[in-house]
């Protein structure tokens, strides 16, 4: 069956396929065999230098791609896929043909499945425990594009006023600092900048953010060969440059943000974007394409140039995402849960739209889709939308209250793909503790 995306839903999806590997059977796993994402990681024992390598994520192990390759286990296209990510980086593996990737996706499910033509014995030489590795990033970003695609975001955080025609007839975006993208983990250093204090004053200070938020975000990384500079993508190109999906915390001084935004956002945003480390498959993905939000009455119908039957159809992706906030006392509170398929505009438009003047798209590219809030006010994926303006600061359960985050906070965010007949994935955990401003040790 195919989903109109790219991609069939084949047997590495079937939901009774289980793994020899026990863990990655567990229901709440993030990591069963139906996803087998891609990532970078090194060896915990081997110190902070040391050089990493590439992995596949099943259960709470990783598959050592290397090592594979040593056992003849892998030939052909599984090969070269695997050549490619096996590295320090994962840049090759996003120039490898959709085949060859697929081809390794394949042979791994079978390696690691029950039943299938793998030597348990021989295999669990190759994997290695998450809790012994350092997960990093997957590669350098080449570029960064963070774009803002909730028309509910945006009309609240217009306090009122309706949404700017551009916003409902094209994805808006800015392109951020791909150097300050960073792997979950990284710790959140408070910046520091210009702003105004009280908001709406005269009165400006230097000093420390006082108005530090989170953006829950949506994530894709892009595979090449792009387009060339001058040349134009439709979507079907633009979907077939999805190489695979991660999850984005776009940290936000909203202070610095809001005292600065005359061209668009700068160091409000340039100080750290985290994302997940591993890359989750646009194949691993498959069973979860769905109907891309459509247009209610009184909104503009979608540009030509960013409409297609397929689009339509099978652009959005069913994931539920969640923000969780745990102070440094241990007192926790679900703050966000919500639905990237409410989105007002796909990955694929996204990156047609990106590409729609000419500016050429490479390999590696990042996009986000900005913060991914719903009409209810659960799925509320910011503080701003929720404490500012005229907002109630959230109660923690210990008593203490956040309208913004405070030193010491981790904020972690997560997500579920999900439909009917098919085993849940996830990818992993996207999160970072804020820390005073000045803050230099240890990062």
């Known amino acids: 069956m195919r989903t109109d995306t790219g991609f069939a839903v084949n047997a590495t999806h079937d939901p009774a396929r289980r793994s020899w590997l026990a863990a990655a059977n ?153 150097s300050s993208v960073m792997a979950s983990g990284r710790p959140v250093v408070r910046p520091t900048g210009q702003f105004e204090t009280p908001p709406g004053s005269a009165n400006l200070a230097f000093g420390p953010e006082p108005m530090l938020d989170f953006e829950l975000e949506f994530g894709a990384w892009l595979r090449g060969p792009g387009n060339r500079l001058g040349h134009a993508l439709g979507l079907e190109e633009a979907e077939d440059l999805l190489f695979g999906c991660c999850l984005v915390n776009d940290w936000s001084a909203r202070a610095i943000q809001y005292f600065e935004m005359i061209l668009g956002p700068h160091l409000g945003k340039s100080f750290l974007t985290t994302v997940s480390p591993w890359i989750v498959t646009m194949e691993a993905l498959a069973p979860f394409r769905c109907k891309a939000r459509g247009r209610a009455e009184g909104e503009p119908e979608v540009p030509a140039y960013l409409l297609a039957g397929p689009d339509r159809s099978h652009g959005a992706i069913s994931v539920t995402l969640t923000a969780d906030l745990v102070t440094s006392g241990g007192a926790a509170l679900r703050v966000t849960e919500t639905e990237l398929a409410d989105l007002y505009w796909t990955l694929a438009q996204m990156v047609t739209h990106q590409a729609s003047g000419g500016a050429p798209l490479e390999a590696g590219d990042l996009i986000a889709t900005g913060t991914v809030s719903g009409a209810s006010e659960r799925s509320r994926a910011c503080l701003a939308e929720i404490t500012m303006p005229g907002g109630q600061a959230l109660r923690l359960p210990d008593g203490s209250e956040r309208v913004m985050l405070e030193d010491g906070d981790t904020l972690t965010i997560r997500g579920r793909a999900h439909a009917d007949g098919f085993r849940p994935i996830g990818f992993g955990d996207c999160s970072g503790t804020v820390l005073p401003a000045g803050t230099r040790a240890s990062l």
Do not use: W
């Open 26 to 178: 567990a229901e709440a796993q993030d990591f069963p065999i139906q996803n087998l994402p891609f990532g970078q990681f090194r060896r915990r024992a081997s110190g902070p230098g040391a050089p990493t390598q590439g992995g596949v994520a099943l259960g709470d192990e990783i598959i050592d791609l290397a090592a594979l390759l040593q056992t003849g286990l892998l030939d052909g296209l599984a090969m070269e896929a695997a050549g490619a990510a096996a590295g320090p980086s994962l840049a090759p593996l996003l120039t490898c043909a959709p085949a060859a990737v697929s081809a390794l996706r394949a042979r791994l499910s079978d390696l690691f499945c029950e039943g299938g033509p793998g030597d348990p014995a021989v295999l669990a030489s190759m994997l290695i425990p998450m809790a012994r590795a350092e997960l990093v990033m997957p590669l350098r970003p080449t570029a960064f594009t963070d774009f803002c695609t909730s028309i509910d975001h945006i009309r609240r955080m217009g306090r009122g006023n309706p949404p700017k025609l551009a916003a409902m007839t094209l994805p808006v975006a800015y392109n951020g600092r791909a």
